[in-house]
């Protein structure tokens, strides 16, 4: 079966240019997660879906960042004007969110972004 | 706010060696916590996930202990071996549903 996926794998962009990120999550996965994890620390939490409603942004960095999911399935994650310190891997993650605690989330690839 | 940290950060082992990695919490009111792995330009891949009512979880040569009361949880590997090499990441979960990540323990296992 088809786990989760992210495209592009990897991603170089001028400071200044503006990237979009996308997650392909499991199907029928009810809840989304997008990570930021910088060279060396473990991944950080910048906002979650439900469905298509985004319930969580509280980790955005800065408002150049912003996400969607219009559908509930697919999510675009969108930074404007990057800057350097936008480098680092953007993991995506979704789970089937039954409300139990043995509900785990599945990570796809990361998408490697690095900002000249 | 909750911050999880991980010693040691990094490990070096000889083959066959058991050894344990070790997660602490600061607030003891978690949903859950999560052991993964992450190998060299891949995502995460979940280990183990101990529930916040249970005290240790098992899948083969893997062990992991959760005490909430102290905000400790360890990760044990038994009889290690070079293909165990990694980085490992503990990962809370509290009720709003967001992972709340350690630093990672990177493991090598010499041959």
């Known amino acids: 079966g088809a786990g989760v996926s992210q495209s592009p794998r990897y991603k170089v962009a001028k400071r200044g240019q503006d990237v979009a990120l996308r997650c392909d999550p499991i199907?029928?996965?009810?809840?989304l997660f997008w990570y930021q994890q910088a060279l060396g620390q473990g991944p950080e939490f910048l906002t979650y879906?439900?469905?298509?409603?985004?319930?969580?942004k509280s980790g955005l960095p800065s408002d150049r960042f912003f996400a969607e999911r219009p559908e509930g399935s697919v999510s675009t994650l969108k930074i404007q004007r990057t800057q350097q310190e936008d480098s680092a891997v953007y993991l995506c993650?979704?789970?089937?969110?039954?409300?139990?605690?043995?509900?785990?989330?599945?990570f796809g690839p990361g998408t490697r972004l690095t900002v000249l | 706010k909750q911050e999880v940290t991980q010693i040691p950060a990094a490990l070096s082992v000889p083959e066959g060696e058991n050894l344990v990695l070790n997660c602490s919490f600061t607030?003891?009111?978690?949903?859950?916590l999560q052991w993964f792995r992450q190998d060299p330009g891949k995502g995460l891949t979940s280990l183990l996930l101990?529930?916040?009512?249970?005290r240790e979880q098992t899948s083969g040569r893997l062990n992991a202990s959760l005490d909430k009361s102290s905000g400790r949880s360890t990760l044990y590997i038994a009889a290690s071996q070079p293909g165990d090499s990694a980085t490992y990441l503990c990962?809370?979960?509290?009720?709003?549903?967001?992972?709340?990540f350690g630093q990672g323990t990177e493991l090598s296992v010499k041959p």
């Open positions: 993650a979704s789970s089937l969110d039954r409300g139990r605690s043995t509900d785990t989330q599945y």
């Open positions: 199907s029928g996965h009810v809840s």
């Open positions: 879906f439900q469905n298509e409603a985004q319930l969580d």
């Open positions: 607030d003891s009111a978690i949903y859950n």
């Open positions: 101990i529930q916040s009512s249970q």
């Open positions: 990962a809370v979960r509290n009720q709003g549903g967001k992972l709340i």
